[in-house]
């Protein structure tokens, strides 16, 4: 029997197997911008060859480019990606990437953590400031100093709705390591699947 801490704990214990219980779950994905989730989520679905679902790719697919969105409003940007995480959460067995802003949302994170198993993708911020392809963040183009005061406020939603941990401070593939311990040891990640 799997313990799993944090949001939504139960539905392990409550499936009829663990292989059962693992390969419905969606793996997710939360972080600051410029942490990694998207590129990580693309090594992890090669390890796994599971689906990547990213939710900024999603909504610049269907809605259009994110910087346009938020020249609208935040809150506009905000409602569509509740929708698109909504859409997204509905499926089994996907990995998910989402947007640095998804944990502001609590619904977002309901939604995500109803049969997802969340990792919290941590990144230094020395690396995120050297990192960072500000281009594409409405929230840090004005200021880059803005990326510390968005760590201060999310670090601890990061930490309260996610499951695991990945410290994402050396290599990609160490990163992708982390990522197929924890799922081999809490949940019988077996030949990847
Ligand atoms: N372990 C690592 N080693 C080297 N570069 C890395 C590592 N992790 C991430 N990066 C780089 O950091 C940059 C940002 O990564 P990525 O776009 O995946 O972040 P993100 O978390 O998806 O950001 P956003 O929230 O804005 O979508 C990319 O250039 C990526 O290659
Ligand atoms: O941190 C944020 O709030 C954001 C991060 C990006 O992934 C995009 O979802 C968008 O630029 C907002
Ligand atoms: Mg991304």
Do not use: W
């Amino acid at each position: 029997m799997v313990h799993v801490n944090g949001p939504n704990k139960n539905s392990f214990t409550a499936m009829a197997s663990l292989k059962q219980a693992f390969q419905s779950h969606n793996i997710v994905l939360i972080g600051m911008p410029g942490s990694g989730k998207t590129t990580l989520a693309k090594l992890l679905s090669e390890h796994m060859t599971r689906q990547v679902v990213d939710t900024d790719v999603v909504i610049t697919q269907n809605y259009g480019d994110i910087p346009s969105l938020f020249t609208v409003s935040e809150d506009h940007f905000r409602k569509i990606e509740t929708e698109v995480i909504r859409k997204a959460s509905l499926a089994h067995g996907t990995i998910i990437a989402t947007g640095g802003g998804a944990v502001t949302r609590p619904e977002n994170m309901d939604y995500l953590a109803r049969r997802g198993i969340v990792f919290f993708i941590d990144r230094p911020i020395e690396l995120l400031y050297q990192e960072v392809e500000i281009k594409d963040r409405p929230l840090l183009t004005d200021n880059r100093d803005h990326i510390l005061e968005l760590y201060n406020q999310r670090l601890p939603l990061y930490r309260q709705f996610s499951h695991h941990t990945i410290n994402n401070c050396g290599t990609k593939k160490e990163a992708v390591d982390q990522f197929v311990a924890i799922l081999k040891e809490k949940y019988g990640l077996q030949n990847n699947q």
